[in-house]
């Protein structure tokens, strides 16, 4: 069975060769890279009033991508046998591009450009103020149209394989959005909740697949980094001393052993290269999630002033 439409080829036949090249800088909307960076920017900058929106953006943006690390390896569908333009017809110069944006490798179904695209550039027209909410959706549906577009262009994907990421990430996207109305007070939590739990059941069709376990150390990291952030946040807002408190206690436990874990993982698995890098890439999603917390908080800049070292 096949899943092509049939049409690539007349698309190929009148698209330009530097056509190619525009499609490769559209596509690179909806890279890994691109949303990490995108979705990172928001959280460090957000006021923390809408920190915990912001935090369920980060948390489901992870989610998504051990949802896609797990789907493709269940279907293990290949990516189509196929080239917009051969790279032997481009100048020289445009190669390295070429081989950067317009190219890709594993599996095809479903496309993880459309399933993050539509996961990261969705939520963040629900989280963000620009212009009106209307506007926003019809600009995020845009920007996922013209990522699909381009995969599908560029020969890396069959049409069902976008249509089906689409797809994946509005059922997702509703199912969360189902578990944050519930619990709207711990809306942070549960968006890296979320995210730790996907990347858990990833784990089982992609087994040692290192993007799995990699990701699964992050969402950890990141998760634990949370906890902190909010408990440096009640003891803001006057609800400590921790010891007085069961939910700043099992904050405080679990945000300390998770850190101490990925940190032994790290130095004791040090010569395995996959899971050491899971437990140093937990370690910094831990430190990304908590830092602007810790940078914005009085509680933790008046500690630090009056620490010993400081008055010496």
Known sequence: ????????????????????????????????WFLGFLVGVVYWAAVPDRRDEAATVLGVTLAGLSLITGLKE???LSRPDRVLVAVETLPETVHPLYRATATATGYGFPSGHALMSTVVYLSLAEYLS?????????????????VSFSRVALGVHYLVDVVA?????LVFLLLAAGLFDRYPDR????????????????????????DAVLLFGTSLGAFAGWQLAV???????????????????????????????LAAVTLSYWAVP?????????LAA????????LYRSDHVGELVRESPTRSQ
Request: proline share 5%.
């Open 231 to 261: 408990l440096v946040r009640d003891l803001e807002a006057g609800n400590g001393p921790i010891r007085t408190s069961r939910p700043l206690i099992a904050r405080a436990t679990v945000a300390t052993l998770v850190v101490v874990g």
């Open 187 to 210: 809306r942070g939590t549960v968006g890296f909740a979320l995210a730790l739990g996907v990347a858990v059941l990833s784990l089982v069709p992609a087994r040692t697949d290192p």
């Open 165 to 169: 990421g689409v797809v994946v990430a």
């Open 130 to 146: 620009i212009g009106t909410r209307r506007q926003r959706y019809l600009g995020a549906a845009g920007i996922v149209t013209a």
């Open 1 to 32: 069975m096949t899943r092509g439409i049939g049409w690539f080829d007349s698309f190929r036949a009148v698209a330009p060769d530097w056509s190619v090249v525009l499609l490769g800088l559209v596509t690179q909307l909806g890279d890994v």
């Open 74 to 76: 269940v279907f293990a």
């Open 274 to 282: 996959v899971i050491a890098g899971s437990g140093l890439l937990g």
């Open 286 to 293: 831990a430190a990304f999630v908590t830092a602007p917390v």
